[in-house]
């Protein structure tokens, strides 16, 4: 009785955790960072990540002084080891495509759905931002870096 009982509660608490894996939010890395802040003259914008079911990711990009340019379209998002995703683009309570201002204390939010979409694909582990002209700052690309974040 007492091993059937063990046993009960052990697979409950698998159970459990793997619930709340595939219903929680947790917060993501960028670069080793939970914040990665960019600076541009005066503006400063900063990048958070969230991952949501193990199957998402919301890339938060605010404007926490000034404004900056940011073109959906320049955005170049690779994802491995398989680099099968969709994306799409929200700001203000709506979605966007194209460019968009970001003005200061707003924030535009990129959600990534890098969800298995075939039966034998590989899981995806994590998401790779190379740096160019999706985000303008006086003129000149704002992230010269490549942003890296991790999914596990």
Same mark, same amino acid.
């Given at each position: 009785?007492?091993?059937?009982?063990?046993?009960?509660?052990?697979?409950?608490?698998?159970?459990?955790?793997?619930?709340?894996?595939?219903?929680?939010?947790?917060?993501?890395?960028?670069?080793?960072?939970?914040?990665?802040?960019?600076?541009?003259?005066?503006?400063?914008? $900063?990048? @958070?990540?969230?991952?949501?079911?193990?199957?998402?990711?919301?890339?938060? &990009?605010? #404007?926490?002084?000034? %404004?900056?340019?940011?073109?959906?379209?320049?955005?170049?998002?690779?994802?491995?080891?398989?680099?099968?995703?969709?994306?799409?683009?929200?700001?203000?309570?709506?979605?966007?495509?194209?460019?968009?201002?970001?003005? $200061?204390? @707003?924030?535009?939010?990129?959600?990534?759905?890098?969800?298995?979409?075939? &039966?034998? #694909?590989?899981?995806? %582990?994590?998401?790779?931002?190379?740096?160019?002209?999706?985000?303008?700052?006086?003129?000149?690309?704002?992230?010269?870096?490549?942003?890296?974040?991790?999914?596990?």
């Amino acid at each position: 009785m007492y091993k059937k009982n063990r046993l009960n509660i052990v697979l409950c608490s698998v159970l459990l955790s793997l619930s709340l894996y595939a219903c929680g939010t947790y917060s993501l890395k960028l670069n080793g960072q939970k914040k990665y802040i960019e600076k541009c003259y005066e503006n400063e914008i $900063e990048f @958070k990540a969230m991952g949501i079911r193990g199957t998402d990711c919301v890339i938060y &990009v605010k #404007a926490l002084k000034g %404004e900056v340019d940011f073109y959906t379209d320049s955005l170049n998002i690779i994802t491995y080891p398989n680099n099968d995703f969709r994306v799409w683009f929200g700001y203000d309570g709506g979605k966007i495509f194209g460019h968009q201002i970001i003005k $200061e204390n @707003k924030t535009l939010e990129c959600h990534i759905s890098y969800g298995h979409f075939g &039966v034998f #694909a590989p899981v995806t %582990e994590g998401i790779l931002i190379p740096p160019n002209n999706f985000i303008m700052c006086d003129g000149k690309p704002l992230v010269t870096d490549t942003i890296r974040i991790s999914l596990k």
